[in-house]
């Protein structure tokens, strides 16, 4: 069955950088694309950053050029290197697949990302 498990959330400092990991597992990885979204207490869910099954990557202009999105097929796992963090990203982020057609058919179990000023 399709697993997606996140890892790397913490609490760390403003201007302070972390890396969340996403292994995932029960699928053919290289085949579909995969991202990272996120959701702050009392707002909606957000797409943060979208690495295509051709490479293509997408970011929302709230963390462009500070969050970067990687993947290695080889290991089925996909990266999201956040720098220059600021207490607005603190949030749940949550890795997920793409859809066949559209969307995002699983999800993972999130972790947690705090970042304090």
């Keep these: 069955q399709v697993q997606l498990v996140e890892s790397g959330g913490g609490v ?3 201007g302070g ?3 969340l ?7 053919t990885f290289g ?5 990272w979204h996120r959701q702050a207490p009392g707002k909606e869910r957000e797409l943060v950053a979208r690495f295509s099954s051709l490479g293509f990557t997408y ?3 709230s963390v462009k050029g500070r969050f970067t999105i990687s993947r290695d097929n080889a290991k089925s796992t996909v990266y999201l290197q956040m ?15 793409g859809g066949m057609s ?5 999800w993972g179990q999130g972790t947690q990302v ?3 000023s």
């Design 102 to 106: 559209e969307g995002y058919d699983y």
């Design 114 to 116: 705090t970042v304090s």
């Design 21 to 27: 990991t996403c292994a995932a597992s029960g699928f």
């Design 83 to 97: 720098t220059s963090l600021k207490p607005e990203d603190t949030a749940v982020y949550y890795c997920a697949r």
């Design 12 to 14: 760390v400092q403003a």
């Design 17 to 19: 950088s972390l890396r």
């Design 31 to 35: 085949s579909y694309a995969m991202a």
């Design 59 to 61: 970011y929302a202009g």
